[in-house]
């Protein structure tokens, strides 16, 4: 009888073993994924936060409209204002070359934005945003065109006119 009694007993002692071993497993693989989406995500927010350190240092506040571009070279761009003008900071990631252009100067994200869609109709757009080349502020634009390839896009940040279109 006492032997019968232990077997239930270990059986179940092993049951609840099991149980708490597979919660225990839940719980590690939740906050696995959490901590790997939150680090996926930190990229964006180290770059917003390096573009947002060094453009107070050049005396910009309000930060808006965070934009980056990724290709050869890494650039972040802001929106802010500085001395009351509504300007952009851009930023070469890595050699830190900053450019500063004034709003009113150029053309908007939106403007480039309709422009692409009207005169290209492309399938869609993945990124927009301000990089220097030549020394001069230009839009990039990547997008996938209406067959099916990868595009990038270059606008004049003063007028909006396209200089350089590239298919990959």
């Known amino acids: 009888m006492q032997q019968r009694r232990v077997r239930k007993k270990t059986k179940k002692n092993y049951w609840s073993q099991f149980v708490l071993y597979l919660l225990l ?6 906050i696995g994924t959490i901590l790997f989406f939150s680090n996926a995500l930190k990229p964006e927010d180290n770059g917003f936060n390096e573009v947002k350190s060094v453009a107070r240092n ?3 506040t ?5 934009m980056t571009v990724n290709q050869k070279v890494t650039y972040y761009a802001v929106g802010g204002v500085k001395d009351g003008r509504s300007v952009y ?22 403007y ?6 009207n005169t290209q109709k492309p399938k869609r757009v993945y990124n927009i ?10 839009w990039e634009v990547s ?23 590239e298919i990959l």
């Open 89 to 110: 900071f851009i930023l070469n990631k890595h050699n830190h070359r900053s450019k500063l252009v004034n709003v009113n100067n150029g053309t908007t994200k939106n």
């Open 58 to 60: 050049k005396g910009i």
């Open 112 to 117: 480039i934005l309709n422009k692409v869609w």
């Open 62 to 66: 309000n930060f808006n409209n965070f």
């Open 25 to 30: 497993s839940l719980i590690v693989i939740i």
């Open 143 to 165: 997008l996938l065109n209406n067959n099916g390839r990868l595009c990038y896009d270059l606008f004049t940040f003063n007028t909006g006119k396209l200089i350089k279109s």
């Open 129 to 138: 945003g301000l990089v220097f080349k030549n020394k001069k502020a230009v």
